[in-house]
């Protein structure tokens, strides 16, 4: 199964939002798409340094070029706080000439599957051609508090209170409420439980809406 097929991942800049999986669905993309070009992951906020990938601070455009011709994947960012990269030193309209494809994790969600946004966050480059936003399943049932970046936010936004469990629906309107994301992704959705509660996000946005599991390689779509 080829995630970038059907997320249609084309040429340019992809970025990706929310929580629950958004880093793992980055590196599943890169992986895919290098056998089509060139692919430069980074971020426009903070990510963990990979492995496996070559890393530069992405502020000299040879040096790029040059890493992009011993490597189909590179990673660019400069040096942050506790060992993470932040955004590379050139811009992003200056990334999509150096690579075929870039790839921007443009949210922090500190590892929980939910997320909602204040009004600095995301922040996604002006020349993205699309953007992803991804949700954690695992997050569904369990109490707004534990679940969700923001919270407070979220729940506002979905009309319950931190305490209640987060549900399908309030997601619906979490997302609805933002206007982000040309598509959606639940992530994590490896029960019966969970794919309907991706066919209830369906039927309640008007972007098309995914279902799966980047690890058990599952995905289905609703348009």
Known sequence: MRFSEIFEVGRGLTALI????KTSLMYRLAEELQAQGS???CT?????RPDGL?????????KVRA????SPVVCLGREAEQGKLCAPGLPFSALTALADFVLVEADGSKRLPLKAH???EPVIPENAAQTILVAGASGLGQPI???CHRPERWAALAGCEMDEPAAAEGLARVIRAEGYGDRVFLNQAETPERVAAAQLLAQRLSCPVYAGSIWREELQCWS
């Open 145 to 147: 508090r534990a679940v």
């Open 39 to 41: 692919v430069i992951v």
């Open 44 to 48: 426009s906020t903070h990510i963990r």
């Open 67 to 70: 890493a992009l011709q011993a």
């Open 118 to 120: 204040l009004p600095h």
């Open 18 to 21: 929310g929580g629950g999986g």
């Open 54 to 62: 070559p890393v530069l601070s992405g502020e000299d455009a040879d």
